[in-house]
């Protein structure tokens, strides 16, 4: 269960970068990404996917999130 | 000039690796690769941040290098105590060359070393009471001191001192910030750890102190520089181009930078990163915490410093944005007058380097300026990210080496055959000894300041003047050079 950090990049998109590994990845897609809520699966650019409870509301990015390996 | 193709660096990496054992072998193997610009995530061609192999030469140094010579130390107000045994701050005294104004002894301290000089007896019994009297004396005989900080060597994490709780107690009595910094040397694989220790001792003994007070006018032009530790006065040849570009520079971080400085630096409207391996984690802290976004720039050579400008002033108003192209066009004359000057002297030459946290990917642009190809290049201490930015700077097929040790550093040197080489002052002498041109690029061997565009004319200027040294037409002896040059014309007749 890395603890994540999500910043939204200047090209609009999504960074998730897990501390522990120094590893930055774009986020491709969000299961659920609305006004009301943010989260579910979540797929990075490398392929890889994490999990997350959906957070209501949406957070403010940047903020520390904590990420369940799927 | 005989470019390698991807091929001949990977039978060159294989060959080097030959006299290694099995397990040596598989292991340094992944550290070393051939750069492929296609791939877009480092993790998958080339290892990094692990431990380096007992039983191989390593230039590393340890997390208290990391912390207090590279984080701490250039705060010029504050006293840092190198804590434990006196040689890890006595050998590395001053040897950075972080420039700073002020008195040393009264005001600045910068070039001093303070410690608890360790004894037998401090080991047994531990060494908190001498901590604290020491402290005491310190602030006596140095009153204008702003705060002070206990950077732990070895010793201290293996015996268990509480250097918090003698930094919370004398803390309260100097009413001045104490700061117990855990950066013990064995942490971590590499120096790199201190950086992160430090960064986090910032953030939670120092950026937090002024949160609530307002007496700090801000304007919509401030800016810090984040990382830049002004070795022979690079933080000063970059603020003046931020400052000319309308900016206002509010902190330094660390070099000449002030304990006032870091805790303002929250109030800041963007933070300029240029060393990201050292403090990027103090950055985004910044970012989660206060909402001040940071950026990555790079000042070494004209073609990456407009491209820095340009992205700065994107963060601004059109004021700014037309403050950078004045700046840039102010200096044009003169960056051009160094590269006509110097470019059909450097020109085609091929570069290998082998540095720090940020160099051997952010110089490669000043070296290119100059008609020069970085033919290999590898980080000391890097992690995944850094080579995730490195593999765009380098050209495909170019050697990238992680930890390298001393006996590739060699290997690779003897079959590439580059005409400069820039690392510390560890190589140095192996590879002038071999005849080889060297550059010290930690501390700019002993010049500098390289940053911004007044940097770029004495960079150009060094490099010159080292590659063109007559010297290095003399190292054979002239009875053997005779030798040669009969041979070659008995050859060519
Ligand atoms: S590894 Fe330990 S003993 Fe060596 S310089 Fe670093 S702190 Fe000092």
């Known amino acids: 269960m890395p603890n994540v950090m999500i910043r939204a990049k200047n090209n609009g998109k999504l960074l998730f970068y897990i501390a522990k590994k120094d590893q930055e990845d774009e986020i491709e897609s969000v299961e659920t990404d609305t006004e009301e809520a943010w989260g579910g699966v979540v797929n990075l650019t490398d392929g890889s996917q994490y999990y997350i409870d959906p957070i209501s509301p949406k957070p403010k990015f940047p903020t520390t999130l904590r990420f369940k390996r799927v | 000039m005989s470019v390698m193709t991807h091929e001949e660096t990977e039978a060159l990496i294989q060959e080097v690796l030959e006299v290694y054992p099995e397990t040596a072998k598989a292991d340094r193997a992944k550290h070393l690769t051939a750069n492929d610009q296609e791939v877009e995530q480092s993790k998958k061609c080339i290892t990094s941040n692990r431990k380096s192999l007992p039983g191989v030469?390593?230039?590393?140094?340890?997390?208290?290098?990391?912390?207090?010579?590279?984080?701490?130390?250039?705060?010029?107000?504050?006293?840092?105590?190198?804590?434990?045994?006196?040689?890890?701050?006595?050998?590395?005294?001053?040897?950075?060359?972080?420039?700073?104004?002020?008195?040393?002894?009264?005001?600045?301290?910068?070039?001093?070393?303070?410690?608890?000089?360790?004894?037998?007896?401090?080991?047994?019994?531990?060494?908190?009471?001498?901590?604290?009297?020491?402290?005491?004396?310190?602030?006596?005989?140095?009153?204008?001191?702003?705060?002070?900080?206990?950077?732990?060597?070895?010793?201290?994490?293996?015996?268990?001192?509480?250097?918090?709780?003698?930094?919370?107690?004398?803390?309260?009595?100097?009413?001045?910030?104490?700061?117990?910094?855990?950066?013990?040397?064995?942490?971590?694989?590499?120096?790199?750890?201190?950086?992160?220790?430090?960064?986090?001792?910032?953030?939670?003994?120092?950026?937090d102190a002024r949160d609530n007070d307002n007496s700090f006018e801000s304007t919509p032009y401030d800016v810090t520089i984040i990382g830049d530790y002004n070795i022979g006065g690079d933080a000063w040849a970059s603020r003046t181009l931020l400052e000319e570009m309308g900016l206002r520079v509010i902190a330094q971080w660390s070099g000449d930078g002030t304990l006032a400085e870091m805790e303002n630096t929250p109030k800041a409207k963007l933070n300029l990163l240029h060393c990201y391996r050292s403090m990027n984690y103090i950055s985004r802290h910044m970012e989660e915490k206060y909402g001040v976004p940071w950026m990555e720039y790079n000042f070494f050579g004209p073609t990456k410093i407009a491209d820095s400008l340009r992205e700065i002033a994107g963060f601004f108003d059109d004021k700014i944005k037309a403050g950078a192209e004045r700046v840039i066009e102010k200096y044009q004359a003169e960056y051009e007058a160094v590269i006509a000057k110097y470019r059909p002297r450097l020109e085609g030459k091929k570069v290998m380097l082998y540095v720090g946290g940020l160099r051997p990917r952010h110089i490669i642009g000043a070296y290119e300026d100059l008609g020069m190809e970085v033919v290999g290049t590898g980080y000391e201490f890097a992690h995944n990210d850094d080579y995730d930015r490195t593999i765009k700077e380098m050209g495909n097929a170019t050697l990238i080496y992680d930890d390298v040790t001393g006996y590739e550093f060699e290997e690779f040197v003897k079959r590439i055959k580059p005409d400069l080489i820039g690392s510390g002052i560890k190589e140095k002498y192996i590879f002038q000894k071999m005849g080889i041109p060297f550059r010290q690029m930690h501390s700019w061997d002993y010049s500098g300041p390289y940053h911004g565009y007044d940097g770029f004319a004495i960079f150009a200027r060094d490099m010159d003047m080292t590659l063109n040294n007559p010297c290095w037409n003399k190292i054979k002896a002239p009875w053997l050079q005779a030798e040669e040059s009969e041979t070659a014309t008995a050859a060519a007749a």
Not at chain 2, 131 to 149: A, S
Not at chain 2, 159 to 175: H, N, P, Y
Request: a neutral charge.
């Open chain 2, 57 to 207: 030469m390593t230039v590393r140094g340890c997390a208290y290098a990391g912390s207090k010579g590279v984080v701490w130390g250039p705060i010029k107000d504050m006293i840092h105590i190198s804590h434990g045994p006196v040689g890890c701050g006595q050998y590395s005294r001053a040897g950075r060359r972080n420039y700073y104004v002020g008195s040393t002894g009264i005001n600045t301290f910068g070039t001093m070393n303070f410690t608890s000089d360790f004894q037998e007896k401090d080991i047994v019994f531990g060494g908190d009471k001498k901590l604290e009297q020491m402290i005491m004396e310190m602030n006596q005989l140095f009153p204008l001191n702003k705060g002070i900080t206990v950077q732990s060597e070895c010793p201290i994490g293996l015996i268990g001192d509480d250097i918090e709780a003698v930094s919370k107690r004398t803390a309260k009595e100097l009413e001045k910030p104490v700061v117990p910094v855990r950066c013990e040397g064995f942490r971590g694989v590499s120096q790199s750890l201190g950086h992160h220790i430090a960064n986090d001792a910032i953030r939670d003994w120092i950026l």
